[in-house]
């Protein structure tokens, strides 16, 4: 109940900075905007990638460690 208490008053914190925060007069170039996007997209597909192709292996390999430390065996 903890946890959710705090996420609750980080939200509101968020918020309240939103509301108060003063106008910002900053542009960014579309060019260093598609520079970012390039280098950004192909990590981010990089790690989904790896996520997709290693998540059974891992939630193996913790079923396996688990069923060693609790004693139950594979099951």
Not at 15 to 25: N, Q
Not at 30 to 48: E, I
Request: proline fraction near 4%; aromatic fraction near 14%; include cysteine.
């Amino acid at each position: 109940m903890k946890l959710a208490r705090t996420g609750f008053d980080s939200l509101v914190v968020a918020l309240l900075l939103c509301c108060v925060m003063p106008e910002a007069y900053a542009y960014i170039d579309p060019n260093a905007g598609g520079m970012l996007f390039q280098l950004l997209a192909p990590v981010f597909a990089a790690v989904v990638g790896a996520w997709l192709f290693l998540r059974r292996w891992i939630a193996d390999a913790f079923r396996r460690l688990w069923a060693r430390l609790t004693g139950r065996g594979e099951q």
